[in-house]
């Protein structure tokens, strides 16, 4: 059985399933929590930052892709054939709070490092740089 706990419902309901459980048998309850993936709209405005630095740097936006990864998210090893292998983590992989770390980022490092201002969708100017950078992504 696999259940979404959403709810103080969902939390006794599966505690109770618990609880009937014959304790004759062998069972395994697997608890994990649920991660959300970044969100369409966060990657889009991610890449449309990433557009706006290489139009503005000169840069290949894959380019700044791969330094941005190597800036802010950390590496992963794992053990393979008895050997560790670092990799760079993947932005696909990142959840939404993750993701959101990496935003931040860029637009500190672009305000501070490059005098680069790039807007939240919230802000009053983003309809003009939307208008602006959509076209050259």
Same mark, same amino acid.
């Given at each position: 059985? $696999?259940? $979404?706990? !959403?709810?103080e419902l969902?939390r ?7 609880k009937?459980? @014959? !304790?004759?048998?062998? #069972?395994?309850?697997e608890?994990? @929590?649920?991660?959300i993936?970044?969100t369409?709209?966060?990657?889009g405005? #991610?890449?449309?930052w990433?557009q706006?630095? /290489?139009?503005?740097? %000169?840069?290949? =936006?894959? &380019?700044?892709?791969?330094?941005f990864?190597? $800036?802010y998210?950390?590496d992963?090893?794992?053990l393979?054939? %008895? ?5 760079? =983590? ?11 770390y !990496?935003?931040? /980022? ?6 501070? @490092? ?8 919230? &802000? ?7 208008? #602006? #950078?959509?076209? =050259?992504?």
């Amino acid at each position: 059985m $696999k259940r $979404k706990l !959403l709810t103080e419902l969902d939390r006794e309901m599966v505690l109770a399933q618990i609880k009937r459980l @014959e !304790l004759k048998k062998f #069972y395994t309850v697997e608890i994990t @929590e649920r991660r959300i993936k970044r969100t369409i709209s966060q990657n889009g405005l #991610y890449w449309l930052w990433l557009q706006c630095i /290489s139009h503005e740097t %000169g840069n290949d =936006k894959d &380019d700044l892709h791969e330094f941005f990864k190597q $800036k802010y998210l950390a590496d992963e090893t794992t053990l393979v054939l %008895g050997k560790y292998v670092v990799t760079r =983590k993947s932005t696909t992989n990142l959840n939404t709070v993750q993701f959101k770390y !990496l935003l931040d /980022s860029v637009q500190i490092f672009a305000s501070t @490092e490059l005098a680069i201002t790039l807007p939240d969708p919230e &802000d009053k100017r983003w309809e003009d740089f939307f208008d #602006y #950078y959509k076209d =050259k992504i």
